[in-house]
């Protein structure tokens, strides 16, 4: 039961959400394609809620 509900962790999912929107680190590297992967990660991180969002609301006005 406890190997079930370790696969089953979100907590560390919405952290990630979190992770993902906050400012650089300082000492991070930054160059082009490393800003690009995380622009494009944000971008469908938001894309994915949406959607999951509109999955939601036409399964309660079924």
Do not use: D, W
């Amino acid at each position: 039961m406890s190997r079930l509900k370790e696969q089953f962790k979100l907590g560390e999912v919405f952290l990630y959400f979190i992770r993902v929107f906050q400012k650089p680190k300082p000492g991070a590297p930054t160059n082009f394609n490393i800003r690009t992967m995380h622009t494009i990660n944000k971008i469908s991180i938001v894309m994915f809620l949406f959607c999951v969002a509109v999955m939601i609301y036409r399964a309660f006005l079924r």
